[in-house]
């Protein structure tokens, strides 16, 4: 059973930084490429970051500079490290796994952006 589970969001003022972490289990990690996109409410999903299974990173310019994907093959996990923060990043953040046509989601985590 393919299992990707969010962590580290939450309530931060403007500026501010946090870390996400995804845990895959359940799928050979190290031959997937990992991501994370976003859904702000009434908007699409969008991607925010991609790392490849040979560590290629992508970005969008909305958060290029800002955002920082990582991924430990050891450990089954892909961070997410946001600093900079603002409100319009407020969103639910999901995890995603991708190889091939096969790909598989996370339940997502709230990250919230307010003062």
């Known amino acids: 059973q393919v299992q990707l589970v969010e962590s580290g969001g939450g309530l931060v003022q403007p500026g501010e930084s946090l870390r996400l972490s995804c845990a895959a289990s359940?799928?050979?990690?190290?031959?997937?490429?990992m991501g994370w996109y976003r859904q702000a409410p009434g908007e699409q999903r969008e991607l925010v970051a991609s790392?490849?299974?040979?560590?290629?990173?992508n970005y969008p310019a909305s958060v290029k500079g800002r955002f920082t994907i990582s991924r430990d093959n050891a450990k089954n996990t892909v961070y997410l490290q946001m600093n900079s923060l603002r409100p319009e990043d407020t969103a639910v953040y999901y995890c995603?796994?991708?190889?091939?046509?096969?790909?598989?989601w996370g339940q997502g985590t709230q990250v919230t952006v307010s003062s």
């Open positions: 995603t796994a991708q190889r091939g046509s096969t790909d598989y």
């Open positions: 790392i490849s299974s040979g560590s290629t990173t």
């Open positions: 359940g799928i050979f990690f190290r031959s997937y490429d």
